[in-house]
């Protein structure tokens, strides 16, 4: 790998940038795509995809909308130019296909998008991440004391970013994994109730799991001024939470790593021992 270079697109986020960090520790020269990078990156202009692209072997793709109607057009010829520039293998950070409703179609789109872009190809399939609650949307619930969702009792099998880190840099940097799906989750499945009350327990706080209705959600989040894509977006997406719709287990750290995924548990520790969610 020395002799190669990586696009990490997404390079900021939540799991771009711990890829970033393990190809890094692995001396593996990294090209981090960004609008206000050199050269500037950004998905929506495709003026710019040549010069991101330009020496890359390996890319990490973060699709933005991975569910919206353009993702299979945009991947589809960001893969035939990659091929057409000398690019290898491309990883893509997916969802199960029936994560979202409606866009299901959309999701499995992108990926055949991908699958006959020219390119070898890996997909990561991945669950609700761990670090939404300290690094996204979920953490000013968990600093309120009261984490209102209308997920009921439904479960998920939550992963850990470091552990989706770890399976994409396997991808990108050891032979095997060309053209497999990884369903990448959590070692169990949970309610929100579970999680809320893994971080009460680890950081020592009075912390309530609340489930709401759907409408009562909705409306509390238009109350917060939430864009209204965003209030429909994420209702359905804990709609699909509370239905059991993703109460499964996928075994791509197994596969990929060898090893058993990361517990909440853990992350709650680790979290809590950093002072995330002091008051």
Do not use: C
Not at 121 to 148: A, C, H, I, K
Not at 210 to 235: H, N
């Amino acid at each position: 790998m020395n002799d190669e270079t990586v696009l990490v697109t997404g390079a900021t986020g939540k799991t771009g940038r711990r890829v970033t960090r393990l190809l890094e520790e692995r001396g593996v020269a990294i090209r981090a795509a960004s609008r206000s990078g050199t050269p500037s990156f950004d998905w929506g202009d495709r003026g710019t995809w040549e010069g991101a692209m330009r020496g890359v072997t390996r890319m990490y793709l973060v699709v933005p909308v991975l569910g919206g109607a353009r993702a299979a057009e945009d991947v589809a010829a960001f893969a035939r130019q990659a091929a057409a520039a000398g690019v290898r293998h491309a990883v893509l950070l997916s969802t199960p296909s029936d994560a979202w409703g409606p866009a299901q179609q959309h999701v499995l789109a992108t990926e055949r998008a991908l699958e006959h872009g020219g390119l070898d190809w890996t997909v990561l399939r991945v669950r609700w991440f761990f670090q939404n609650f300290s690094e996204d949307f979920l953490y000013d619930p968990v600093m309120s004391g009261e984490v209102r969702l209308p997920a009921g009792d439904g479960k998920e099998s939550f992963v850990d970013a470091e552990d989706i880190a770890e399976v994409a840099v396997a991808a990108l940097t050891e032979a095997g994994h060309a053209g497999r799906y990884y369903e990448v989750s959590g070692p169990r499945l949970m309610t929100f109730g579970d999680t809320v009350a893994e971080i009460a327990r680890a950081t020592g706080r009075d912390l309530r799991y609340v489930p709401l209705t759907p409408q009562q959600y909705a409306e509390e989040q238009r109350a917060a001024g939430v864009p209204e894509e965003w209030v429909r977006m994420l209702t359905g997406l804990y709609g699909h939470v509370r239905s059991g719709g993703l109460a499964s287990l996928g075994d791509g750290v197994q596969r990929a790593l060898g090893r058993e995924p990361r517990d909440f548990a853990g992350y709650a520790d680790a979290t809590a021992a950093e002072g995330v969610w002091n008051t």
